[in-house]
């Protein structure tokens, strides 16, 4: 087995992963996994931890957490790549809220599932996204999806409901946005060689599959295609948003008039009237942003998931 680093995010899933911890310590025992041990402190130590985890020579840091916390394991592992240390491999065990950034890798939720693909070892090279914008100018990696507009709003205002997660959290927290929160901007939007102007409902651009839960924004996305999904819906009346979920739901919105796809390799788009509220991988980039960019860098590191079926 690889050497790993295993860096747990106590407060993910509400909790959950802190309730977790002897069940995954004893599983991944019984499987003969060697591991060390390190938790989460504050915000982007993990991103700290995972970069230290490659530049010292773990063959792999495994996240047990949700998605945020996933994020900043692969932007440590970035940053390390970046510097010339790319030979460590990612993996997770889903015990966080949403579990959108496992689900997009094929990583099944919960603690058995995740410590059985660890002892299979079986390894894809994974696509990854980079944005830059809002809070950060410099740019952020995601490995899942970006979300600007309605599915950004909703994400805030789950994220300060404390007494569920999983799907149910993020349908509440839907219901909430569509009468109270969100107000969509008027934006330049370029994908590609496409440009249009216009009033998204929202605008998710995707690696994987999912987000919110269980909202399949991307039904056919793939994160090792070398290329986004988009998923553009034109803003609507309330009601009819609520006419629109079910379809999210099941992956079939792109029938519906007001909702377009691509597939596109670089994106950007610019507020001309209103603002950007924008996240990826279920992390806050801005709440109020005027214009991000966003590219797809193909093939950047090796991922620790199940053989294909």
Request: proline share 5%; charged share 20%.
């Amino acid at each position: 087995m690889p050497r790993i680093m295993l860096i747990v995010n106590p407060t993910a899933g509400r909790g959950f992963a802190s309730r977790s911890l002897p069940e995954m310590e004893e599983t991944l025992k019984s499987h003969h996994i060697e591991y060390d041990l390190r938790l989460t402190e504050r915000p982007w130590h993990a991103a700290e931890l995972a970069e230290e985890g490659a530049k010292k020579g773990y063959e792999a840091v495994v996240v047990a957490s949700g998605d945020g916390t996933a994020n900043e394991v692969l932007n440590g592992l970035m940053r390390a790549k970046a510097a010339g240390f790319d030979k460590t491999a990612m993996g997770q065990i889903a015990v966080g809220t949403g579990n959108d950034f496992a689900f997009g890798f094929n990583i099944p939720g919960g603690v058995a599932d995740g410590c059985k693909i660890l002892a299979e070892n079986f390894r894809r090279r994974i696509d990854v996204g980079f944005l830059k914008g809002g809070d950060y100018p410099e740019g952020r990696y995601f490995g899942n999806g970006v979300g600007v507009g309605f599915d950004a709003a909703t994400g805030f205002v789950a994220a300060k409901i404390r007494w569920t997660r999983g799907l149910l959290l993020y349908l509440i927290a839907a219901i909430e946005t569509i009468f109270i929160y969100y107000k969509p901007a008027t934006v330049h939007l370029t994908y590609d060689e496409q440009e249009m102007e216009i009033s998204p409902l929202m605008i998710s651009v995707m690696n994987g599959i999912r987000m919110g839960g269980g909202f399949f924004f991307a039904p056919k996305g793939n994160p090792h295609d070398g290329i986004f999904d988009l998923c553009m819906a034109r803003a609507v009346g309330k009601l009819r948003v609520f006419g629109l979920i079910p379809y999210f739901m099941k992956g079939t919105q792109g029938t519906q008039k007001e909702v377009t796809t691509a597939q596109a390799h670089k994106v950007k788009v610019t507020a001309i009237s209103g603002t950007l509220p924008v996240h990826c991988d279920g992390e806050t980039v801005c709440y109020e942003g005027k214009e991000i960019s966003i590219e797809l860098l193909p093939s950047q590191i090796e991922f620790i998931t199940q053989k294909p079926q």
